[in-house]
């Protein structure tokens, strides 16, 4: 998951740890949280298992960052908002909306930006 810098510092705030502990930078710049060897789950949620549908809770649910508030809406590749293929609980939410398109391109115009 993409987060900003201003999440990510949110992040580091409220849990002490340092950007690099949860975060990988790519190519452009845009930090994406990392994922748990063990699981390869968010670093962040708290489970055991490995297992695409096992149960976890999300540690730093009261601060997570914007992508994950809006998933399993996400941008396809024409920039319109889609429900993720990789949801495995797609039935429980409405289909995306124009202006979740546009909360979406506005957050990954801000992690461009390094913001």
Known sequence: MPVTREEAAKITRRTGKGIEAFTWENEQ???TLLNDATTRA???LLTDS???HAPGL???YEFRPKGCQMYPVVLNED?????DEAC???DGFDAPSE???M???NLEERMLRGG
């Open 29 to 31: 710049g845009v930090l």
């Open 42 to 44: 968010c670093t962040f």
């Open 50 to 52: 490995a297992e695409a």
């Open 58 to 60: 999300c540690s730093i």
């Open 79 to 83: 920039d319109r908002a889609v429900l």
């Open 88 to 90: 495995p609980h797609p």
């Open 99 to 101: 202006d979740d398109a």
């Open 103 to 105: 909360a979406l391109l």
